[in-house]
């Protein structure tokens, strides 16, 4: 795994040994890249459940302003020091070891993310839970980006029609075993 552009560019980062996290497939993160790609200088960026970190470090390299990275995995804040350390961005990055929970309560109300990265572990059917409380905390700046992985296109909202409505579908993909889904929230909930 690298980081395929930007001021760090070719940087190879560490990934967590085992089965209990996932990261993003490099094709798969390479086409994120290219739709998201004009989104991204100055942007804070919120990488959740952030596993190595490596979307998060894509974007700083791009040209983002501030990441801040959350995992409640104590290995895998590890290996995202150790990645932010490796790509000399430790003056943009923010990292914690916390519930995806308490990380968007510590912030309601305080912060708003302009570039949102969303992989939590598939099984698990969190996305449209922290969508609702992304919505909720007033968490999502205006014109916002949330970028969703999941397993199938109806896990981002679930059976949840009024989520739905609060964004605008911009692309979804499939790579892989991997669904992308780019999305903004309507402007009421930004």
Known sequence: MRI????ARGAKLVTLEGDATRPTAERTKEAIFSVIRFE???ARVLDLFAGSGQL??????????????CD???RAVDVIRSNV???RMQDAAEVLCADWQVALKRFAGREQFDLVFLDPPYAMGLLPQVLNVLCRGKLLAP????????????????TDAALAQRFEVRRTSRY???FVSILTPKEEDA
């Open 143 to 158: 014109g916002a980006c949330v970028v969703c992985e999941s397993a199938a296109e109806a896990d981002v909202f679930g």
């Open 72 to 74: 409640a995995a104590k």
């Open 85 to 87: 350390e490796k790509t």
């Open 40 to 42: 991204i200088a100055g």
């Open 4 to 7: 395929i552009t930007g001021k």
């Open 176 to 178: 892989g075993a991997a």
């Open 56 to 69: 998060g470090l894509e974007a700083l390299s791009q040209g983002a302003e501030h990441a801040v990275f």
